[in-house]
């Protein structure tokens, strides 16, 4: 599904783009076989213009549910959300919010130009419909039918509407899933492109290299909140610490390593043929130590990978929302 609206549904509004998009204090709740799920559970969020923010979590950690609710499809249970100023079905109406969603209808029997005149025709302005075509990648298609276009292609087909009003805002949900690593790796291509004109890109996705490799900012969600938010490397720092090694060829190894235990966030030290290797939350401190006391070369400050630090997290948010639930 693409998430597009008439320009001409809503008058103008006096919202600055730099306003960008912000959440206070959002839940979302809904009744399902007699019982109150708490879908998001209160969700506080500032994205500003220009960034490209990716939001990762396990399933039903409420990353659909937040987006719908910034593209107005569904409305907060408490608090509020603005896009650029405006609510967000205004933002939507008015062609400054668009998105590509994981599923929706696209006519089989039109071909790919066909599908985007005919979404152009809804807006009062919009961008010319051979540039969005070259942008998502698909002027070579544009004449094949919807129902001849592989999932890939049909992804970028809902890129190229979603690129109509020339939104300031880009959401995607999932937007490659069901693509091969070819076609995934040829979109973000595309996506690559298109963000560095300015564009602000909110995307969820479950491929964690998707949002090592795109996004600015990580925001991570697990049972309905945000648990963490950051660049990739504070988000991987926040996991697990930084580990540090250098070589100590000279002097008293073993006095080494137990130094560098002793010293404040330290987890570990091993020592592996003189080359010591420490893990710590303060790896300024630990690389500091080791170079000016230690009689450390040839030093290297590594992170813990984003898989890792997804599992750490969402891990323990989950233990301690199970927590809070029997407790209650």
């Avoid at 107005?72 to 969603?101: D, K, M, N, W």
């Avoid at 152009?120 to 075509?133: D, G, I, K, N, Y």
């Amino acid at each position: 599904m693409t998430t597009t609206s008439p320009a001409t549904t809503s008058p103008p509004t006096t919202a600055v783009a730099t306003d960008g998009i912000h959440l206070e204090g959002v839940t979302k709740s809904f009744r399902s076989g007699g019982e109150t799920v708490h879908a998001v559970a209160g969700v506080d969020l500032t994205i500003r213009p220009g960034e490209v923010v990716a939001v990762l979590g396990p399933n039903g950690a409420g990353k659909t549910t937040t987006l719908d609710m910034v593209l107005g499809l569904t409305e907060p249970t408490t608090g509020r959300i603005t896009s650029f100023g405006a609510a967000p079905r205004r933002a939507v109406h008015e062609g400054r919010v668009s998105a590509v969603l994981q599923t929706g209808g696209l006519l089989r029997d039109l071909t790919a130009r066909e599908t985007v005149r005919y979404i152009a025709s809804t807006f009062a302005r919009h961008e010319p419909v051979e540039e969005v075509l070259r942008r998502a990648g698909l002027a070579d298609k544009a004449g094949r039918k919807v129902s001849k276009l592989s999932g890939g292609e049909q992804q970028r087909l809902r890129f190229a509407l979603a690129l109509l009003p020339d939104p300031d805002l880009l959401i995607l949900d999932e937007p490659t899933a069901g693509m091969d690593v070819a076609a995934r790796r040829e979109f973000w291509r595309t996506m690559h492109e298109d963000a560095t004109n300015g564009r602000t890109v909110l995307f969820a996705t479950h491929y964690l290299e998707e949002a090592d490799n795109f996004a600015d900012r990580i925001v991570l969600m697990a049972g309905g909140r945000v648990v963490a938010d950051g660049t990739t490397e504070q988000i991987r720092a926040r996991a697990s610490g930084r580990t540090v090694s250098a070589d100590v060829r000279r002097g008293d190894v073993a006095a080494v390593v137990e130094r560098l235990r002793g010293l404040a966030g330290v987890t570990s030290v091993t020592d592996t043929n003189g080359r010591v290797t420490a893990i710590g939350e303060d790896s300024d401190a630990i690389a500091r130590l080791l170079l000016t006391e230690l009689g450390g070369t040839d030093l290297e400050v590594t992170t813990a990978s984003l898989d890792a630090a997804f599992m750490a997290i969402t891990g323990e948010a989950m233990a301690e929302t199970d927590t809070t639930e029997e407790t209650r």
